[in-house]
Each structure stands twice: as structure tokens, then as C-alpha cells.
């Protein structure tokens, strides 16, 4: 297959071009500046900003992919408001782009924490919480918003991915959450979180090149409270032991459920929890 992969210089991007490549698909990575690297890793380079309405149709059009794979995100400095302009106006243009080049298939990232209040790890078809407080609605709406674009495509498939760890990523040593770890910052809480390695996220989308249309839950086996998991973090990274938070779970940190994927999908993680990802720091 030709695959348009938007957002191929990111962390999960590149792991995505590596394991496409040595399938033997073809990639063209979409990035908003000339990459070395995607060219070393075997992609065509598509040099083009996904806010440029008409220079991104185009750039899908010279590709003639089969699929089109959104891993687009704006995380740098913890920006919401960048990364829901992402979620919205780069979707809509990358979407409408995959249409008027006639492709069928659209593969988007998004995430499995904007799940309405529950007191169980949610399934997909839980309605995604729009009547949440103003502190994180943004975040859902930019979410939906995503989602219902991608739903446009005549086939698609949504990748409500877990909470990243690993190299690269906030959760890692020397990263953003470790630094706050260890200046005591990063308390143990009651919420619950679903967590994914970086390399279990980029298999999960190109096995997605397979999957039937809907949205999946790409997280690992192990939906745990911050009790369990933020003293083990700050262990694995050197940090103190974490104060204890003893404020009520928020109704929607409830973590993920991935029985669709690993039951009826057949992707299995390879790190099936953040113990063992952790431990391996």
C-alpha cells in the first residue's frame, strides 16, 4: 500500500514509517519541515503544513495513497489550545484532502480519556463526556470533533490511544513527568489510567491498515489508579516517593477497556502493563 502518513516525524510517526517501510508499503511522510531522518528511514518526504488548506490537498493528490494516517499532534509546552486546533483544523483539512484525492481509508490518532463518568474501565462504545467541566471540555470537544471527521471517510479507523510512555515520550527518564517527580510535583492520586507503550501504539496503527471501521481502544492490559502506578514511576525513575493525593477519584479518570482489540481484534501489547514497562526504564 501507499500510505500519507501526516505527523511522520513525531514519536509515534517515525516508529510507524519504520515498521510500514519493512513491510514493504510505501510511505509518504508528511512533515512540516525537510526531515533527514523519514528520508533515512525509507519515506518519500512530503514537505507541507496541515493548516495550508490548499497545499495539503495537493500534497495528498501527488501521493496517490491508498490510506491516509493522521498522527498529528501539538504537545510541545503542554498547549492544549495548539493541539485541539490540531484535533480540529488540521483533521478537517487532512480529512478533506483524503476525500477529493478519492481515498477510502482514514487512520486517526486520538485518545481513550474523554470517556464519560464510570466507575468500570470504558469500552468504545461509551459516549465520549460533552458535558464535562469547562477545565478539560475543550479537550473533549477537540476530540469529538476529531472523530466525527475522520467518520466522514468511507472507511475509517479511530486509535483512542492510552496514556504514551516510553523513550520520547513525558513518561521517561529525564522527561517532563519525571522532572516532576522529582521536585515531589507528581502526586499519587486516586484517578485511574490506562497506559501504552510508544512501540505497542505504532503496531496498534499499522495493524489498523486491517481493521474494520469504528473506533478501538489502543492501551495496555493494566488500567490502574495513581496508588499503584505513580510510586512505581517514580521508582523506575529515580524520584522520591510521591505524596498521596487522598481527593475522590474524578468520575472520568476511569482508564480504558481493550478487550475489543485483543478479543475480536487480535492485537495483543507487548508490554501488557506499565509494570513491566516501567521496570525495563
Same mark, same amino acid.
Given at each position: 500500500m501507499r500510505i500519507f502518513l501526516a505527523g511522520a516525524s513525531g514519536v509515534i510517526g517515525r516508529r510507524v514509517t519504520t515498521l510500514l517501510v519493512a513491510q514493504g508499503h510505501q510511505v509518504v511522510g508528511a512533515t512540516r519541515r525537510t526531515s533527514d531522518v523519514l528520508a533515512r528511514l525509507g519515506a518519500e518526504v512530503s514537505v507541507v503544513d496541515v493548516y495550508d488548506r490548499d497545499a495539503l490537498a495537493g500534497a495528498v493528490l501527488a501521493a496517490?495513497?491508498?490510506?491516509?494516517?493522521?498522527?498529528?499532534?501539538?504537545?510541545?509546552?503542554?498547549?492544549?489550545?495548539?493541539?485541539?486546533?490540531?484535533?480540529?483544523? $488540521?483533521?478537517?483539512?487532512?480529512?478533506?484532502?483524503?476525500?477529493?484525492?478519492?481515498?477510502?481509508?482514514?487512520?486517526?490518532?486520538?485518545i481513550a480519556w474523554t470517556y464519560e463518568p464510570g466507575t468500570a474501565p470504558a469500552a468504545e462504545d461509551v459516549p465520549l463526556d460533552l458535558t464535562s467541566g469547562a477545565d478539560r471540555l475543550a479537550t473533549v470537544e477537540a476530540v469529538h470533533t476529531l472523530e466525527e471527521t475522520v467518520a466522514q471517510?468511507?472507511?475509517?479507523?479511530?486509535?483512542?490511544? @492510552?496514556?504514551?510512555?516510553?523513550?520520547?515520550?513525558?513518561?521517561?527518564?529525564?522527561?517532563?513527568?519525571?522532572?516532576?517527580?522529582?521536585?515531589?510535583?507528581?502526586?499519587?492520586?486516586?484517578d485511574v489510567t490506562s497506559f501504552v507503550h510508544v512501540d505497542d501504539a505504532a503496531e496498534a496503527a499499522v495493524s489498523a491498515?486491517?481493521?474494520?471501521?469504528?473506533?478501538?481502544?489502543?492501551?495496555?492490559?493494566?488500567?490502574?489508579? $495513581?496508588?499503584? +502506578?505513580?510510586?512505581?514511576?517514580?521508582?523506575?525513575? @529515580?524520584?522520591?516517593?510521591?505524596?498521596?493525593?487522598?481527593?475522590?477519584?474524578? @468520575?472520568?479518570?476511569? @482508564?480504558?477497556?481493550?478487550?475489543?482489540?485483543?478479543?475480536?481484534?487480535?492485537?495483543?501489547?507487548?508490554?501488557?502493563? +506499565?509494570?513491566?514497562g516501567f521496570a525495563a526504564f
Open positions: 496517490r495513497p491508498d490510506v491516509v494516517m493522521h498522527q498529528l499532534t501539538d504537545l510541545s509546552g503542554g498547549n492544549r489550545a495548539a493541539n485541539a486546533r490540531v484535533r480540529e483544523e $488540521g483533521t478537517r483539512n487532512l480529512v478533506d484532502a483524503a476525500l477529493a484525492a478519492g481515498v477510502r481509508r482514514v487512520i486517526a490518532q486520538s471517510a468511507p472507511e475509517w479507523v479511530v486509535l483512542r490511544y @492510552g496514556l504514551f510512555y516510553g523513550p520520547e515520550t513525558w513518561y521517561a527518564p529525564g522527561a517532563l513527568m519525571a522532572n516532576l517527580a522529582a521536585k515531589g510535583e507528581l502526586p499519587a492520586s486516586a491498515l486491517e481493521w474494520p471501521t469504528g473506533a478501538v481502544n489502543v492501551c495496555d492490559d493494566d488500567p490502574a489508579s $495513581g496508588y499503584d +502506578w505513580t510510586p512505581a514511576f517514580c521508582r523506575a525513575v @529515580g524520584a522520591p516517593e510521591p505524596a498521596r493525593s487522598d481527593a475522590p477519584r474524578a @468520575g472520568w479518570a476511569r @482508564g480504558a477497556d481493550n478487550r475489543y482489540a485483543r478479543q475480536e481484534l487480535g492485537w495483543t501489547p507487548q508490554r501488557k502493563s +506499565w509494570r513491566d
